[in-house]
């Protein structure tokens, strides 16, 4: 990028030996600086850590055991995978017998939006669906798929649609 930024500066200042040259550095300086910040970049990945009322452990460490159902390994993928493809939010994770539930604040109060939890076989996850549209009071959608990709695509529209996370555009 900056190859081409310096072709074209080249080309509008015909960079002279003489002081002409130094005006252009400066110039190049200022068209890179701004070129660093007005280039789109890579949305910031997801923040997902675990609850601070159990941090005890991490969020990596809890699921880092290992068990005849293969939760924690299982566990392990999704939740690196949603750090790396999940929508830019800060989230936090309360665990409960191997399930991990999606706050939108660092508190066990906070409603539980998302849970989901993995093994070798299934993962399961579910949504409460924002009261204005439940038919009962903690009425809550549930999904069941094999596929680890998949998994992270449902949990992602599960969040938005959820409604805890109102910067998340609904689907």
Same mark, same amino acid.
């Given at each position: 990028?900056?190859?081409?930024?310096?072709?074209?500066?080249?080309?509008?200042?015909?960079?002279?030996?003489?002081?002409?040259?130094?005006?252009?550095?400066?110039?190049?300086?200022?068209?890179?600086?701004?070129?660093?910040?007005?280039?789109?970049?890579?949305?910031?990945?997801?923040?997902?850590?675990?609850?601070?009322?159990?941090?005890?452990?991490?969020?990596?460490?809890?699921?880092?055991?290992?068990?005849?159902?293969?939760?924690?390994?299982?566990?392990?993928?999704?939740?690196?995978?949603?750090?790396?493809?999940?929508?830019?939010?800060?989230? =936090? &994770?309360?665990?409960?017998?191997?399930?991990?539930?999606?706050?939108?604040?660092?508190?066990?109060?906070?409603? =539980?939006?998302?849970?989901?939890?993995?093994?070798?076989?299934?993962?399961?996850?579910?949504?409460?669906?924002?009261?204005?549209?439940?038919? =009962?009071? &903690?009425?809550?959608?549930?999904?069941?798929?094999?596929?680890?990709?998949?998994?992270?695509?449902?949990?992602?529209?599960?969040?938005?649609?959820?409604? &805890? =996370?109102?910067?998340?555009?609904?689907?």
């Amino acid at each position: 990028m900056f190859a081409v930024l310096r072709r074209s500066l080249s080309a509008i200042f015909s960079l002279q030996p003489s002081g002409g040259q130094c005006e252009a550095r400066v110039l190049m300086r200022r068209a890179q600086h701004h070129a660093a910040f007005t280039t789109p970049r890579a949305p910031m990945p997801m923040q997902l850590t675990r609850c601070s009322e159990q941090s005890r452990q991490t969020l990596d460490s809890f699921y880092a055991t290992e068990d005849d159902l293969g939760v924690g390994p299982t566990m392990t993928k999704i939740i690196e995978r949603l750090r790396v493809v999940g929508p830019d939010l800060r989230v =936090w &994770g309360l665990t409960s017998l191997h399930h991990l539930y999606l706050l939108a604040e660092d508190s066990s109060r906070s409603p =539980w939006y998302v849970s989901f939890i993995a093994s070798d076989a299934e993962i399961r996850l579910n949504y409460l669906i924002p009261a204005d549209e439940a038919p =009962w009071p &903690g009425a809550r959608v549930v999904g069941i798929t094999t596929d680890i990709d998949e998994a992270v695509e449902m949990i992602t529209k599960a969040m938005s649609l959820s409604g &805890g =996370w109102p910067s998340l555009p609904r689907p």
